[in-house]
């Protein structure tokens, strides 16, 4: 490291002073490390004896512990409660009760996040908590921090919904009427709103009538506008709780007076609760009382109180098909350009020059502008419902445009959420809107992207089918810039960081092989999901192409594109230099076994998996050891019994060979679980070598018979000719010796022949499979060879069909080849007899 020359730095007064102001920072913040170190006499404060119960410690730290052990305390309180409830509630509640009156903003807010653990995982009845913690959350509710007020209300809304009815008016209700009174203070008062909202639905309606509208009506009266706006909003549920006739006589004139209260936020609050409640009010009630209310905002929200319009235009969806009913085509026109000017509001007008009523608009007006058009996105479906889907492209299908291609993020990004919305409400028109798709496509802001994405297979699929009720008519051929606005975000999406977008997308282009032709895929997408496999870093992303790329492959039906695609994933993955790429190969396999038959994977990626066996890369085999399982169970026997030895070959070899010990460990683990695997059994496969082994034994029993039947015929002549020409002659004692000894080959061939040079030991192959810790379960399989040959049936030449479909074709051909070698014995018998009869007839 070279030593800093300050001859060559030049230093200005301000320069100087810069540095010395980082200096000071830097001490500054070191000074907390310093101090956050324990003295030996703190750490003996904080040593707590380890023999001692964890009740005991609880309550030993909430005594004399300090405010980090206590808090402690109470956050393991929910632990507790499920060890020891009973000696919890006896002996450390009380101490949190106690140290709580004095404690910190940490320890309150810790103490109501685990009264509410409490509650919800219902570690004591409902009445024992009620006794035990409810007054504690009630004695806290008023705390003077209101981030610590705010947390003990929230824990107390949610007690109310699970607490007993009378409990609630006892305990709740009752002290309410004092806490929500002028003299209470202001925190007190706004407490007693939310809890007048939360307890509307515990009683009857004429409970509330009685009890709780009093007290609605004096805070919606308060002279204080948080007051006001706080039981405004909680109007909807008081609402909800005491039914439509007494919200038409109660509510709804409050919700009047609030709506033309002084304060904005108290306006903003009337208007919002009576959108909400527009399905509680007759049509009556709408035309006469809301409608009005509703025209006045809108005229207002542009001239004197701007403070309503975002809230306004959020809500105009909603607000338009609630009052449908009750417009006048006048009406309905009037708030569909009401609609339109929202939507465009901050931005130039179509014909190309700025509005001469917006002037300049200051930072914080134009956020509100972006928040405006943003709420036109969100309602844009509603308002397609609102016009009608047949007038879509007559009446709002400029605002679409203008909004797709808005200038602020957020406002594409919402329209690029609810489009998938707006193209099942266009049904058969949704043609109208395949640009916009594509200009969505085609955004520079991935957030849009990925909006979109989320629903694309839905999206094209509308498309592609022109809709529910069209025909064939509108199809993607229509758009050709669909495929390069496909490639082009994909493209996007791979240059940027945000690898899980790629991924998103990936995953969805595998809806492609239903909407665009399978040369399409393969010249366009196919490859580049195997380039992506080959060179992205990514995991995730790696592997949606790779099941992307298979999905594309199922769907390809042309054998020389699927043929070279094969090659190539065997060549360039499972074959493939870098380890990466080999793992990335039996990724793809674990894909392929998901999608095609079982009858595909053998045919072409059972032996290039298992050459990974021999893999340098300890990973590999370890990630191969692992998908075996899933590699037998592609095996049908009796088609693939020559791939399932290869695989026992490969599993002796991992098991003799193997040198690692992780892999090792592994590799006799999935023995383990491959020995109680059960091999699926071609029945028909099975049945057609039946029928054939039964074909066979059927024709040689019928040849060996004939042939016995012509022997013993052709003996018997002999006989008789030998007796009357030469009896006791020397040449008729060499015939008999020849006699004898063909006998006795033919009996050699056939009890040699039976028993194969590959069964002659027969009793070792039970034990060469147990070595191994791998043996066939299947019937008819390895076990079946096993049998013993010595039994008498398989001396004659009569035997049982049943015995031969027990055994495997190797077996069978066995016998067949000891039968033909007899066959021939028998030829050369009777030759020899044959001549010694001629010489007989000679002589």
């Not at 509308?462 to 509108?474: A, P, Q, R, V």
């Not at 039976?754 to 379960?777: E, F, Q």
Request: charged share 25%; with cysteine.
């Amino acid at each position: 490291m070279r030593p800093v020359t300050f001859s060559k730095m030049e230093f200005s007064h301000s320069s100087l002073f810069g540095y010395i102001e980082d200096l000071q920072e830097l001490t500054i913040i070191e000074r907390p490390v310093r101090r956050s170190l324990k003295t030996p006499e703190e750490i003996e404060r904080l040593t707590v004896d380890e023999e001692l119960s964890d009740i005991e410690r609880a309550v030993y730290l909430l005594s004399s512990g300090q405010d980090i052990q206590g808090t402690s305390v109470v956050a393991n309180l929910p632990v507790l409660m499920r060890q020891n409830p009973a000696e919890t509630l006896r002996r450390v509640l009380p101490k949190i009760r106690e140290v709580l009156h004095v404690a910190g903003v940490e320890m309150q807010l810790t103490a109501a996040v685990s009264f509410l653990t409490v509650l919800q995982e219902e570690s004591v009845s409902i009445h024992t908590y009620s006794h035990s913690f409810l007054h504690i959350i009630l004695q806290n509710l008023e705390h003077r921090d209101a981030g610590v007020s705010s947390a003990w209300l929230e824990t107390l809304l949610a007690v109310i919904e699970a607490l007993p009815k009378e409990t609630v008016r006892h305990e709740i209700l009752n002290p309410l009427v004092s806490k929500a009174q002028l003299s209470q203070t202001l925190q007190s008062r706004l407490v007693s709103c939310k809890i007048m909202g939360k307890v509307a639905n515990k009683f009857e309606a004429h409970v509330m009538k009685r009890e709780v509208l009093p007290l609605v009506k004096s805070l919606c009266q308060d002279v204080e506008y948080e007051v006001r706006t706080c039981m405004c909003r909680q109007l909807e549920h008081v609402a909800r709780g005491i039914g439509t006739e007494l919200t038409k006589t109660v509510v709804l004139p409050e919700l009047v007076e609030l709506a033309r209260d002084e304060g904005s936020s108290v306006r903003l609050a009337a208007f919002e609760t009576l959108v909400n409640l527009l399905d509680m009010f007759d049509a009556d009630d709408r035309s006469q009382t809301v409608l009005p209310l509703v025209k006045s905002f809108c005229e207002k929200s542009f001239k004197a109180d701007e403070s309503i319009l975002v809230s306004l235009s959020f809500h105009l969806g909603k607000l338009c098909n609630g009052l449908y009913g009750i417009f006048t085509p006048e009406q309905h026109l009037r708030f569909l350009e009401f609609y339109k000017k929202l939507s465009t509001l901050g931005l130039q007008q179509e014909n190309g020059h700025n509005d001469n009523q917006l002037h300049l608009q200051t930072l914080e007006q134009e956020k509100k502008y972006i928040s405006v058009r943003k709420n036109c996105a969100y309602n844009f479906p509603a308002m397609i419902v609102f016009v009608d889907p047949k007038n879509f492209h007559l009446e709002l299908y400029s605002i679409f445009f203008c909004l797709c291609h808005d200038p602020e993020v957020p406002v594409r990004y919402t329209m690029a959420i609810s489009f998938f919305e707006v193209a099942k409400l266009l049904n058969s028109d949704v043609y109208t809107i395949h640009k916009e798709l594509v200009t969505l496509l085609q955004d520079e802001s991935l957030e849009v992207l990925d909006a979109l994405v989320g629903h694309l297979p839905e999206i094209l699929e509308l498309m592609t089918n022109g809709g529910e009720n069209n025909g064939s008519e509108s199809k993607l051929l229509s758009i050709p810039d669909l495929i390069p606005a496909l490639t082009t975000a994909e493209q996007r999406a791979a240059t940027s960081l945000k690898w899980r977008t790629h991924e998103k997308l990936l995953q969805k282009y595998a809806c492609l092989p239903h909407i665009i032709s399978s040369d399409q895929i393969y010249y366009r997408f196919l490859h580049r999901m195997l380039t992506i496999i080959l060179t992205n870093n990514v995991l995730p992303v790696q592997k949606a192409a790779a099941r992307t790329l298979c999905v594309y492959l199922r769907y390809n039906r042309k054998q020389e594109q699927r043929h070279e695609v094969i090659q190539k994933l065997i060549e360039q993955l499972g074959q493939g230099k870098s380890y990466w790429n080999r793992l990335r190969f039996l990724d793809t396999c674990e894909f392929i076994m998901e999608l095609f038959s079982k009858s595909f994977f053998c045919k072409y990626f059972f032996l290039p998996v298992l050459e990974l066996t021999h893999d340098p890369v300890a990973n590999v085999r370890m990630k191969l050891c692992c998908l075996l399982p899933k590699v037998k169970s592609t095996l049908k026997i009796p088609t693939d019994k020559h791939l399932l030895q290869q695989l026992e070959l490969c599993i002796r070899k991992l098991l003799c060979q193997e040198k690692d010990k992780d892999v090792l460990t592994i590799v006799k683990r999935t023995v383990l679980e491959l020995d109680r695997m059960e091999i699926s059994v071609d029945a028909e496969q099975l049945e057609k070598e039946k029928q054939k082994n039964e074909g066979r034994s059927t024709n040689i029993n019928d040849k060996m018979f004939e042939k016995k039947r012509r022997d013993s015929k052709t003996s018997s002549v002999l006989a008789k000719s030998i007796n009357l020409s030469i009896s006791g002659s020397s040449s008729g004692t060499s015939a008999g010796k020849e006699e004898k000894k063909s006998k006795l080959v033919r009996s050699q061939s056939f009890s040699t022949q039976v028993l194969h040079p590959k069964y002659s030991n027969i009793d070792k192959c039970p034990n060469k499979s147990s070595a191994t810790g791998y043996t066939s379960s299947v019937p008819g399989i390895g076990k079946s060879c096993m049998l013993s040959f010595s039994d008498d049936s398989f001396r004659t030449h009569s035997a049982g069909n049943s015995g031969n479909a027990a055994f495997p074709s190797s077996c069978s051909r066995n016998l067949f080849n000891s039968a033909d070698q007899k066959n021939n014995g028998n030829k050369e018998s009777q030759a020899r007899r044959m001549s010694i009869k001629n010489r007989k007839s000679n002589s």
